[in-house]
């Protein structure tokens, strides 16, 4: 399981990982498995089961220790110890896990692919039209998608519509860089400064509230 990169803004701390070992290979990396038998039990894809140990082995990798990842009801994960937080998330081979001592944080990795051509009216507004033409069409739609997936972890409202309430201002698309957004959900209608990374498989975004 080799690194594959890691970012560091900050006190925030991203990691991707290319996932080649099996669930069995994973599973051997755990020096106490028993620990995680119970979500791991939930599962019965072995796809499934792998990209759900490979974010605990990434984050092990991270921290140095093994860690214990529990949910808010919402779903959003955290560490039943408190020492971070903690932002996961996974694609076709990666997986991505983004740490912060004090702040919020959020992070979503997604698969170079063509399915977000025929999905784009259900998360791009007008206002964002010029960014994505400003280079490769599908890697500015999956970063608009990304980012949004990234604010939508980082707020942590159910109630969000990535039309209406989220919007990415423009940007000039390059390899890697910052987009400013904005959020129009809650009273205090909060801006982010989202980093991203592209590579030939993935996009990849990431941010934190201060």
């Known amino acids: 399981m080799p690194l594959f990169r890691k970012y560091q803004q900050g006190e925030l701390t991203v990691a991707v990982w290319k996932v080649d070992e099996t669930v069995e290979q994973l599973r051997s990396m ?9 979500g791991y039990a939930r599962f019965s894809a072995e ?12 984050l092990k990798e991270m921290l140095g220790e093994e860690k214990n990842i529990a949910y808010l009801p919402s779903g959003k994960p955290y560490l039943e110890d ?9 694609t076709h081979g990666y997986v991505a ?22 999905v784009a009216s259900r998360f791009i507004r007008e206002d964002e039209k010029v960014s994505i033409a400003s280079g490769d069409e599908i890697v500015g739609l999956l970063l608009h998608w990304s980012a949004k997936e990234t604010m939508f ?9 990535f039309i209406e309430h989220l919007r990415i201002f423009p940007f000039t698309l390059r390899e890697s860089g910052v987009m400013e957004a904005q959020e129009f959900r809650s009273s205090t209608e909060q801006k982010f400064l989202i980093h991203y990374d592209t590579h030939p498989d993935y ?8």
């Open 30 to 38: 755990f020096h106490q498995f028993s620990v995680y038998e119970e």
């Open 47 to 58: 796809k499934r089961k792998q990209e759900w140990l490979a974010v605990r082995v990434l």
């Open 82 to 90: 408190g020492s971070m937080h903690v932002s996961f998330s996974h």
């Open 97 to 118: 896990v983004a740490l912060h001592p004090f702040a919020e944080v959020g992070v979503d990795i997604e698969q170079y692919g063509t399915r977000v051509l025929r």
């Open 153 to 161: 972890k980082l707020m942590d409202d159910q109630g969000v519509d």
């Open 203 to 210: 996009v990849l975004t990431f941010a934190c509230l201060d």
